[in-house]
Structure formats: structure tokens, C-alpha cells
């Protein structure tokens, strides 16, 4: 079964500083993978996915994505952050056919 | 396009009371179908599962249920609520086939006193 591990329970970031969220996952092939955020008392929504091809991925918000098979990560970052983008912040990992694992989340606390 | 609505958005409920959570989906047919549960401060838990009408694959014992009586209707159930049961519910639906993104409804705050 696949697993996903999110180390950093908690980031904060001065408005405008560079953001990198890390993601490491457990599987036996290829996964498809995902970011979601999650804005406080909302539902997730999908920021950017991995399925195959460029393993670096552009998302919404101007966040991206980089899949590197020999370290199983997939990291999201953003060049600058904005007090908006606050929130929660999941990596999940699905095998070809099934069901998608969640991380645990990374609350993203944004400094003014 | 597809739209997922949950109802209702918050909700208290004394414990032993019976729970109806309700999970629509519009603008697709034949969706897969999942609950999860949110509690303060931890990861989605995946909770039922459905691939199509009256399939259910329940994930964790528990004291919840989950029914799918029409292929766009999912329904979170409990006979008798514990606290434990209080959280953050979430509604997702994906398209059916393979590894898919998951679009989650706007969730029903739970809380059981």
C-alpha cells in the first residue's frame, strides 16, 4: 500500500519569501500524484498533479511542482508568497487504480 | 460543469442522537463517491468509498454508516453519535476508472456535545 509523508506540520514565511513544502511518498511504481489546499473551514481544493511526462508540474496560483523519482518527493513551491496563500496545504499519492492516500497537511502561516 | 454540494454546513448534536449527512453531485454521471472525516488539527480519513449505486466499502470500523440510494446521492449516517464522532466531514467525488482528482464539497462542521 502507498503512504505519503508530509515532515512539517507547521511553516511560516514572510509575505514575499520563497515557499518550498515537502512531500515524500511510499509506493512501488510510478504514482500519480497531487497538491490540495485547503483555505480554513472549506473543502480542498486541487492545486496541481503529477501523471506522467515533465516531472516539473505548473499549477494554479503560481505554484509548481517537481517530481524526482530517485528521492520518492514531490515538492511544491512558489517563488513568492502572497498573505493569501495561507492555509492547509496536502500531498496525496494514488496508485494506477485506486484509491488516493492523503499526507497529514502542512499549515502554511504567512508573516506580514 | 460539475458541482458537489454538501448539506448541512454546521451542525450540533447532543450525543445518542441519530446524524444524516447528505452529498450531491452535479453535471456527471456514475462518480465515484468518498466521506472523509477532518478532526482539529489531523490529515483526511477516509471513511466510505463508492463506485456506484449501493456499492459502499467501508474503510475504518467505526459507528457510522453510508449509503449511495441514487448514483449522484451519498448519505452519511449514524444511529447513535459519540463524541468522538464531532468533526469536519468532506465530500469528494472523482470520475470512475483508474487514479483520478478528487473534487471535495465544502464539508459540514460537526460538532457533538
Known amino acids: 500500500a502507498q503512504s505519503v509523508t508530509q515532515p512539517d506540520i507547521h511553516i511560516t514565511v514572510s509575505e514575499g519569501a520563497s515557499l518550498e513544502l515537502r512531500c515524500n511518498y511510499s509506493y512501488g511504481a510510478t504514482p500519480y500524484l497531487f497538491w490540495y489546499v485547503q483555505s480554513p473551514g472549506q473543502g480542498l481544493q486541487l492545486l496541481l498533479k503529477y501523471f506522467s511526462g515533465d516531472t516539473l508540474v505548473q499549477g494554479i496560483k503560481g505554484f509548481e511542482a517537481e517530481f524526482k523519482r530517485s528521492q520518492s518527493s514531490f515538492n511544491l513551491r512558489k517563488p513568492s508568497v502572497h498573505w493569501s496563500d495561507a492555509a492547509e496545504y496536502f500531498c496525496a499519492v494514488a496508485p494506477n487504480a485506486g484509491k488516493s492516500t492523503f499526507g497529514d497537511g502542512t499549515t502554511l502561516t504567512v508573516k506580514p | 460543469s460539475q458541482t458537489i454540494h454538501q448539506w448541512p454546513a454546521t451542525l450540533v448534536q447532543p450525543v445518542g442522537s441519530p446524524l444524516s449527512l447528505e452529498c450531491t453531485v452535479e453535471g456527471t454521471s456514475n462518480p465515484n463517491l468518498y466521506w472523509y472525516r477532518q478532526a482539529a488539527g489531523r490529515g483526511l480519513q477516509l471513511l466510505f468509498y463508492?463506485?456506484?449505486?449501493?456499492?459502499i466499502s467501508s474503510e475504518v470500523p467505526q459507528n457510522l454508516s453510508a449509503s449511495r440510494p441514487q448514483d449522484r446521492q451519498f448519505i452519511l449516517s449514524s444511529k447513535k453519535l459519540l463524541l468522538s464522532d464531532s468533526g469536519f466531514y468532506l465530500c469528494a467525488w472523482s470520475v470512475t476508472g483508474g487514479a483520478k482528482t478528487q473534487y471535495f464539497g465544502p464539508g459540514t462542521r460537526l460538532l457533538v456535545l
Open positions: 463508492s463506485v456506484g449505486i449501493g456499492q
